[in-house]
């Protein structure tokens, strides 16, 4: 007879495992530095370099800021709306909507967007519910989180999370296999929980920003080029407030006066600011009867200095393919609605690729949350879609308009879904609408079985009325 030990989880982490932690952990402290950079630039909190020339030492802690970095990347993400996920063979997409509203998932996912624009990644990560609860689907920064990729199998094999709550660090190790949970402790790492998964694959996937096929991290939208013209801005202005606290009072000179002039009564020198606000300037001739001559120098005229930032912020819409007006420039003739279209195209084409990549990342996310919940992945002829808001935001009369088109041609029947979202409408508004368009076909239909009952009750009457009343209109005789 054998005695069955369970298997107790290991307190301590094995050499592999405190191998892969430590070139992690390494890995995420040589990115920091870089994406606190980005960080800065989008709060505005850069330290702009002075070149020591025109801004002398008692200003050298003036700080200016342009927040065009911040503008051009949420510009970007507010055309990034995701709005519902449903399966692609048009079934019932109660079991996505479940997983996506215990997480909150759309309002996370904006965060998440807004984070790898700016960071160029972001991290999805993918576990167990609690106590039957649905899966649990987080989204992680990459200063809080790395990963290490296979190329050729587009997987992670192993990621990292760090954070430190209440004075503790804390570390999650991500294996495809098991996930583990460990605390800093006496300088190495305690294990206090591992969740063995068994899923073959690290649940954590990276939702990259401008990736290209040597780079597969991502980059920002705040590129070299941005940070470069905004730190050029930020001295421009810089340069604005030096001028005007040295040049904003016109400076003064007068020519052939005595030293009396600058005394008062009692002969005591008057003080320089003194001297400067007096309004009447009352001076004597000299030995030689002539009067000082008295004038000022022209005052600081600050239109060059708006010319250059206004060169900039053109330069600056390119780099972000925003219109110039949204970063504030603007000319003396105003763009014409349809120019403003235009000119926004640029910045259309980039959110619908956008859309593309995120949407790869959010449809694994909720096929690993179905793993999870299910024990088995979903078949893979089985698609996932995300719904998003259309990026380019035409006006409801121009979207119902194509969509009107679109029924009259035969090309979609009038009573799909797949027109009321070319209307505009939300994934909220296309239930309700549905869901009256049921109460209506009810109420149609109840209203023609009335009648229907009604005509049938009219001919089993017939006969005993024409036999009541002779068959002609008058009274029968029986």
Not at 338 to 347: F, N
Not at 367 to 377: K, S
Request: aromatic share 6%; net charge negative; proline share 5%.
């Amino acid at each position: 007879m054998t005695t069955v030990i369970p298997e107790l989880p290991a307190l301590s982490l094995s050499p592999d495992e405190l191998g892969l932690l430590t070139a992690l952990r390494t890995d995420l402290l040589s990115h920091r530095f870089r994406l606190e950079l980005l960080d800065a630039y989008f709060n505005g909190e850069q330290i702009v370099r002075d070149l020591g020339i025109s801004i002398p030492p008692q200003l050298k802690t003036l700080h200016t800021v342009i927040g065009w970095p911040r503008i051009g990347v949420e510009a970007l993400e507010q055309r990034l709306d995701l709005e519902a996920f449903r399966w692609a063979d048009g079934s019932d997409a109660t079991n996505l909507e479940e997983i996506a509203e215990s997480n909150d998932l759309y309002d996370e996912a904006s965060l998440a967007h807004l984070d790898a624009l700016t960071y160029g990644r972001e991290y999805v990560a993918v576990g167990s519910g609690e106590d039957g609860d649905p899966p649990l689907i987080t989204f992680e920064s990459p200063l809080d989180m790395t990963m290490f990729w296979d190329a050729r199998l587009r997987l992670a094999t192993a990621a990292l999370r760090e954070s430190v709550e209440d004075g503790l660090r804390i570390v999650t190790l991500y294996l495809p296999d098991q996930t583990v949970y460990a605390a800093e402790a006496d300088g190495g790492w305690e294990v206090f929980d591992r969740d063995v998964h068994n899923l073959g694959v690290v649940p954590v996937l990276r939702m990259a920003n401008r990736q290209r096929t040597a780079d597969r991290v991502g980059k920002s939208e705040i590129t070299p080029e941005v940070m470069s013209i905004t730190d050029a801005a930020c001295r421009r202005l810089m340069g604005i407030e030096v001028g005007a606290e040295f040049f904003q009072a016109p400076q003064r000179y007068i020519l052939g006066a005595s030293e009396q002039a600058f005394q008062d009564a009692e002969g005591n020198a008057k003080g320089a600011w003194e001297t400067y606000i007096g309004r009447v300037l009352a001076l004597e001739r000299d030995e030689d009867g002539n009067v000082p001559a008295v004038g000022q120098f022209a005052a600081h005229d600050p239109s060059g200095q708006t010319k250059i930032i206004d060169l900039y912020a053109r330069i600056m819409a390119t780099q972000l393919g925003l219109p110039p007006h949204m970063l504030g420039y603007t000319s003396d003739n105003p763009a014409s609605a349809d120019a403003i279209r235009s000119s926004e195209a640029m910045l259309v084409k980039k959110a619908e690729r956008r859309i593309r990549r995120f949407s790869a990342t959010h449809r694994d996310a909720m096929r690993l949350a179905l793993w999870f919940r299910d024990g088995e992945p979903p078949p893979k002829e089985r698609r996932i879609e995300c719904v998003w808001r259309n990026p380019a935001t035409p006006t409801i009369a121009a979207q119902t308009d194509a969509a009107v088109k679109m029924v009259q041609a035969g090309i979609l029947p009038a009573d799909g879904d797949v027109v009321l979202e070319m209307a505009g409408l939300s994934e909220d508004q296309r239930r309700r609408v549905a869901a009256e368009r049921r109460r209506s076909a009810g109420a149609a239909a109840g209203g023609q079985l009335m009648e229907r009952l009604a005509a049938l009750n009219g001919e089993q009457e017939l006969p005993l009325t024409a036999e009541v009343t002779g068959g002609d209109g008058g009274l029968g005789q029986r």
